[in-house]
């Protein structure tokens, strides 16, 4: 059982998906948790109560957003970069604000709360940052350029800080998710079914059998159980990795 009891976790984009999902299996293993992300007062308050967390709200898609977050979060033990968007459409297509934006949240969000977190976690001796990237980081789907190229990017940055601090305590890692069903998926599921004319279960068999052989979603709690491995001692030396979670989509 992973301990990390008197650790404080900043997990961007924890308001929902992913995010949450990690946020409640760090805090089921005894870390601070500090939430970020938009969405639904009321619910977020919810979710404050429920994980006893603290929650910043600032826009990561500016260096002054991510300066902010980190200013008022304090010292972080554990940072995951998590908070992400999609846009799909041809390159010929794309909107250049979609591709600022993406580039912005996904990649040069991680760098500047990278860059923020360190100092402290190398004073200490001891942090762990995880980077949320994607099957997308290591092989392409048409239509998603600006995804697909901020989380090779995003992927480039993990090795980038495991070097740099290989000798600090510090350990940086990329997680990489095949489907999991969240509003972000949820959205690419609903324009199949409709463009389809077909039913939402439908929609989402057409969606895992194209790419992912287990034809099974990843859930937001097993990749925040790899994040708690992540941080554990056991994994001390694991740095500067990208873990699949994506039923055998990269293997083909
Ligand atoms: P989601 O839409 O459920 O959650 C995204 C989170 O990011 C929310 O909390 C949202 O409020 C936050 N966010 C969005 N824009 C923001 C901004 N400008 N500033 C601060 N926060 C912002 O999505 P998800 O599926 O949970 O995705 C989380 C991460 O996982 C993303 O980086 C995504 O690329 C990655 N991912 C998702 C999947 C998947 O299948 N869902 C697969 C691989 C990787």
Redesign the pocket.
């Known amino acids: 059982m992973v301990d990390l009891s008197g650790k404080r976790a900043l997990i ?8 949450l999902g990690i946020a409640r299996v760090l805090h089921a293993k005894g870390a601070h948790i500090i939430l ?4 639904d007062e009321a619910e977020i308050v919810k979710i404050q109560k429920e994980l006893n967390a603290d929650y910043i709200n ?4 500016s260096e002054q ?1 991510v300066i902010d977050l980190i200013k008022q979060t304090g010292d972080v033990d554990i940072l995951v970069n ?5 846009h799909t459409s041809p390159i010929e297509n794309f909107p250049s604000d979609k591709w600022n934006l993406i580039m912005n ?2 990649l040069s969000a991680p760098f500047f709360a990278t860059k923020a977190a360190l100092p402290s976690m190398k004073s200490k001796g001891w942090g762990r940052i995880i980077n ?5 980081g290591l092989v392409a789907s048409p239509f998603k350029s600006a ?1 697909v190229s901020a ?1 090779h990017g995003v992927i480039g940055l993990t090795k980038v800080t495991a070097l740099e601090n290989a000798e600090a305590g510090v350990t940086c890692n990329a997680i990489c ?4 069903l ?4 949820q959205k690419q599921i609903d324009a199949i079914a409709e463009k389809e004319g077909i039913s939402n279960d439908e929609a989402r068999v057409i969606l895992l059998s194209e790419k992912e052989p287990t034809l099974d979603f990843t859930t ?1 709690e097993d990749i925040g159980e790899m994040v708690a491995f992540l941080c554990s001692d056991a994994a001390r030396n694991i740095t500067g990795s990208a873990y699949t979670m994506d039923g055998a989509w990269s293997a083909r």
Do not use: R
């Open positions: 961007t984009g924890s308001t929902s998906g992913i995010g970020n992300g938009f969405g600032t826009d990561l898609s957003g998590n908070a992400g968007i999609q949240l996904m949320i990237a994607s099957v997308h995804y989380k998710p095949g489907w999991v969240t509003p972000l998926v937001p």
